[in-house]
């Protein structure tokens, strides 16, 4: 694969097709080491400049994606442009497209109570080929967060979404990254809320 840098960081030339064959591969290997996909917003980057575990981070992310217009206008200004930007939003309507085909389990964690709710209601109904397996709403204390991943283990999504803001999901995640038993995770932003309109 080509990379475009972006303050430092490698983010592949990938297009929105492109980066959901790459995921459907992965999930199509039948393997368990999780898979983490980083959505790269401007602010995650600036962020990685001063914040050196961060910075490991995203460096450890299996596979990074251009989320929003600025970081494509970044790499278009260092005339190596990325094609299309891949945001968490139309990645997760991506997702769930490709597993409503091949017949994913999704868990939904993060948004409020209600908005969760309603999400994994919605994904159900518009999506009938994928099983919302497990969610949680991103309010619970951190004291609980060693339930959450044990609930999450126990139900093996192949696809682990977490709407819980940026960077928080993506530490959370990274964090967790040989317990959760998912085999792709994706933080999201609000992505969420979209879905439950
Ligand atoms: N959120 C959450 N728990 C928190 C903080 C935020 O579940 O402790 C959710 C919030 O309800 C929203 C999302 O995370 O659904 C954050 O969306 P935002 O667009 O602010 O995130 P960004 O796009 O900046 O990552």
Redesign the pocket.
């Known amino acids: 694969t080509d990379y475009s840098n972006i303050m430092g960081i490698p983010v592949p030339k990938l297009t929105m097709p492109e980066t959901v064959a790459r995921i459907q591969g992965v999930l199509a290997e039948r393997k368990r080491k999780l898979f983490h996909v980083v959505t790269l917003?401007p602010?995650i980057a600036m962020s990685c400049q001063q914040d050196a575990e961060l910075r490991g981070i995203v460096d450890g992310a299996d596979l990074l994606t251009a989320d929003g217009i600025g970081i494509v206008l970044v790499s278009r200004m260092r005339r190596n442009p990325l094609p299309e930007r891949v945001t968490?939003c139309d990645l997760l309507f991506e997702l769930l497209e490709a597993g409503n085909r091949s017949g994913w389990s999704f868990y939904l964690l993060?948004?409020?109570e209600a908005?969760n709710r309603r999400a994994a209601d919605l994904i159900r109904q518009r999506y009938p080929g994928v099983s919302v397996v497990g969610r949680q709403?991103?309010?619970f204390d951190p004291s609980e967060d060693e339930r959450v991943a044990a609930d999450i283990a126990a139900k093996r999504p192949d696809v682990l979404v977490v709407?819980?803001?940026?960077p928080?999901?993506e530490r959370w995640i990274h964090a967790r990254k040989d317990r959760l038993q998912a085999r792709v995770a994706v933080?999201v932003?609000?992505?969420?809320?979209i879905v439950a309109g």
Do not use: I, Q
């Not at 709407?163 to 940026?166: N, V």
């Not at 932003?189 to 809320?193: H, Q, V």
């Open positions: 917003n602010e968490g993060g948004a409020d908005t709403h991103g309010y709407a819980l803001g940026a928080k999901a933080g932003g609000g992505s969420l809320d």
